[in-house]
């Protein structure tokens, strides 16, 4: 692994791509490599993330896989590939855009998520935590499932539950006319025919409809986590995806209140410990949301941790939703 802090045996990124290529010189593989991770250093500030963008840098513009590339240890770009590949170096570098944005989707799951510029890309750990949701309930036995998912954003998480659950039938919705444009697009592209994807400020504008399962990744961060969070972040996503009022709890209070009148009672889902309710929570507020459920009225509270062992998402069940005291 190169270190950054040989910089100057590298020459820079501009200066590559507009230089021709000749065999058996700067045209290597491993040079061409080093090259563009060694500029996206200076954003990413990390040796093995750089060369892993490096590499998907060259994969989308190559459309050939790593390995591939590899085979031949010789590049030989065009000239209009050189000057895309200096625009993608420059807009990470210099414009801290996301790569998500760069390459157009993310993975999630078994599925391909489109993104683009102010929608929230989907993070890994929303994707570890869903994942291990849907196992379990492909292991209870369940099926026929309604599910409804709240700040759906991209529509990632309603299209992995229904994607991967094809028996279910999955709500998603979002105040965004921009996030509903995404998730619609993704939906088509995907064929995924037991999504819908509705407009509605939380529940305010759904019909009434109950669910066995209520998941979201709402707006959590404070303001004092917004200002200082990297610019790839607060120059490039959407603040209403990511900032709430009430020390990033407001969002969260409103379906907490709100989400026993749309549950209804599973069985199935209870005798195995599958929970009704499920948010997404920044890493420091396990402790006030599991006391905001516990107040709400719900059992079986549980905190789940991400791989990182940060609390990632609070989950819990209403025991007897027909007499849940709902306030209005």
Not at 279 to 303: C, M, P
Request: include cysteine; hydrophobic fraction near 40%; glycine fraction near 4%.
């Amino acid at each position: 692994m190169i270190s950054y802090k040989e910089k100057e045996k590298y020459p820079n990124t501009k200066q590559l791509v507009s230089m021709p290529y000749k065999k058996n010189s700067e045209s290597t593989i491993n040079h061409l490599i080093a090259t563009i991770a060694k500029e996206l250093f200076k954003e990413l500030e990390d040796d093995t993330l750089a060369y892993q963008y490096a590499w998907w840098l060259l994969e989308a513009l190559t459309k050939k896989r790593k390995a591939d590339l590899l085979l031949n240890n010789q590049i030989e770009l065009t000239h209009k590939q050189k000057e895309l590949l200096e625009q993608w170096v420059h807009e990470i570098a210099i414009d801290h855009k996301p790569i998500a944005y760069i390459l157009g989707s993310v993975p999630f799951g078994p599925i391909a998520i489109t993104v683009r510029p102010p929608l929230l890309i989907p993070r890994p750990e929303t994707e570890e935590w869903a994942l291990q949701i849907i196992e379990q309930i492909k292991h209870s036995g369940a099926h026929n499932l309604r599910i409804l998912d709240l700040c759906t954003g991209s529509g990632c998480i309603a299209l992995l539950f229904a994607h991967m659950l094809p028996d279910a039938k999955v709500d998603a919705i979002d105040i965004s006319d921009e996030a509903i444009a995404l998730a619609t697009e993704n939906k088509q592209q995907l064929n995924i025919p037991n999504a819908n994807i509705m407009h509605s400020d939380l529940f305010n504008q759904l019909p009434q409809q109950t669910y066995d399962l209520i998941i979201s990744n709402p707006p959590y961060i404070t303001a004092d986590e917004y200002n200082k969070l990297p610019l790839s972040v607060s120059k490039w996503e959407d603040k209403r995806a990511l900032y709430a009022q009430d020390e990033g709890l407001s969002i969260i209070k409103q379906i907490i209140e709100k989400a026993p009148l749309f549950l209804n009672s599973n069985k199935l889902l209870q005798e195995k410990e599958i929970n009704q309710l499920y948010i997404e929570i920044g890493w420091k507020q396990g402790n006030i949301v599991s006391t905001l459920f516990e107040q709400r009225g719900y059992t079986n509270i549980t905190v789940t941790q991400d791989s990182a062992e940060k609390d990632r998402v609070i989950s819990g069940r209403i025991i007897n939703v027909a007499t849940a005291n709902i306030k209005p």
